[in-house]
């Protein structure tokens, strides 16, 4: 059987053989679907993340939600631990932890009906999710609890079984560029 590192290996070796071409015609799919969902509609506050590599690009999305007047969040690493900063523009940010681009403000968000897009190199049909291995999304969720944890991948990163640990925090659904799957 294919280990979960395996997995891991396997699923960012698919995602980085993608053109910018793809990642930007799919990125901007996701985005749609998205934008038309309730749970984004009627978001307060949106939780994104600064695209790394070739993660679905959600910043035009950002932009949609501060045209909307809408509270947006970004992740930011200090140590083993992550939070939320607001920020309200692309202009509030530096390079941080690996090499993602972090808010500057100091505004922390917790708010747990925020709708929270969650990058990951896998998500399988139950709503798990793979990540780099840091499991910063994993401690982050085990303590503060979410109710909207919307997954964001490619179709092609959509698995039928990842074999989640105990530690694994489940999503309430996945965005794909094909629609959005609600698991719970
Ligand atoms: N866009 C984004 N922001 C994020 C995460 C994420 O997965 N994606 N994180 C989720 O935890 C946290 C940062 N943690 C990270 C932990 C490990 C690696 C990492 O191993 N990166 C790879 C290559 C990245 C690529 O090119 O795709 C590396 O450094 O080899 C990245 C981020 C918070 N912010
Ligand atoms: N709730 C938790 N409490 C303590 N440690 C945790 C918790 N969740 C995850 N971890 C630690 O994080 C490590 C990596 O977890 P995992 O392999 O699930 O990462 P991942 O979900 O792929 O990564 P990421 O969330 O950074 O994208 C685990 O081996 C575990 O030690």
Same mark, same amino acid.
């Given at each position: 059987?294919?280990?979960?590192?395996?997995?891991?290996?396997?699923?960012?070796?698919?995602?980085?053989?993608?053109? +910018? !071409?793809?990642?930007?015609?799919?990125?901007?799919?996701?985005? /749609?679907?998205?934008?038309?969902? @309730?749970?984004?509609? +009627? !978001?307060?506050?949106?939780?994104?993340?600064?695209?790394?590599? /070739?993660?679905?690009?959600?910043? @035009?999305?950002?932009?949609? !939600?501060?045209?909307m007047g809408k509270k947006t969040a970004f992740p930011r690493v200090a140590g083993r631990e992550m939070q939320f900063y607001q920020a309200d523009s692309f202009t509030e940010f530096a390079e941080g932890s690996f090499h993602v681009m972090e808010p500057v403000g100091t505004t922390v968000i917790y708010q747990e009906d925020a709708l929270v897009l969650t990058p990951g190199l896998g998500f399988d049909w139950q709503g798990a999710r793979i990540g780099y291995g840091g499991g910063y999304?994993?401690?982050?969720?085990?303590?503060?609890?979410?109710?909207?944890?919307?997954?964001?991948?490619?179709?092609?990163?959509?698995?039928?079984?990842?074999?989640?640990?105990?530690?694994?925090?489940?999503?309430?659904?996945?965005?794909a560029e094909t629609g959005i799957m609600i698991v719970r």
């Open positions: 059987m294919e280990t979960r590192k395996q997995i891991r290996e396997r699923l960012k070796q698919k995602r980085d053989s993608l053109s +910018q !071409a793809q990642v930007q015609q799919w990125s901007a799919e996701i985005c /749609k679907n998205i934008e038309a969902h @309730p749970w984004f509609v +009627q !978001a307060e506050t949106v939780c994104f993340y600064y695209p790394l590599g /070739k993660e679905a690009d959600l910043r @035009p999305l950002a932009e949609t !939600a501060w045209s999304y994993d401690r982050y969720f085990a303590g503060r609890p979410h109710k909207y944890k919307l997954g964001v991948a490619y179709a092609m990163q959509l698995v039928e079984r990842l074999h989640p640990k105990e530690h694994d925090v489940r999503m309430d659904g996945v965005a």
